[in-house]
Nanobody, 124 residues
Framework: QLQLEESGGGLVRPGGSVRLSCAAS????????VGWFRQAPGKEREGVSC??????STHYADSVKGRFTISRDNEEVYLEMNSLKPEDATVYSC???????????????????WGQGTQVTVSS
């Protein structure tokens, strides 16, 4: 059974940076479509950044374009978060799709495996 575990969250000042990591057990991540999502209390889960199976296609939410970068190797998926804002503070989760799909898509309903999430707090 595929398991995902996020790490790297914590407290960061506005304008600061943090790098989230998502480790997978049981698969080589560089062959799967992956994504990072966040969900604030009382709000729907939002697709932050996603990558297709080949890695050539990526998608970013408008709110994070130019500030966040998704990347991966065969073991982990990363989310580099720069110029953080208070509104970026919430729980971030990584997810994997079980089918081969080239085009990146951030619809959370299309993802099959999820990590527990890591909290990012942005505060001075």
């Amino acid at each position: 059974q595929l398991q995902l575990e996020e790490s790297g969250g914590g407290l960061v000042r506005p304008g600061g940076s943090v790098r989230l990591s998502c480790a997978a057990s049981g698969i080589a991540l560089d062959a799967y479509a992956v994504g990072w999502f966040r969900q604030a209390p009382g709000k729907e889960r939002e697709g932050v950044s996603c990558m297709g199976s080949t890695g050539a296609s990526t998608h970013y939410a408008d709110s994070v374009k130019g500030r966040f970068t998704i990347s991966r190797d065969n073991e982990e998926v990363y989310l580099e978060m720069n110029s953080l804002k208070p509104e970026d503070a919430t729980v971030y989760s990584c997810a994997v799709r079980s089918i081969w799909i080239v085009q990146a898509a951030c619809n959370p309903q299309r993802y099959d495996y999820w990590g527990q999430g890591t909290q990012v707090t942005v505060s001075s």
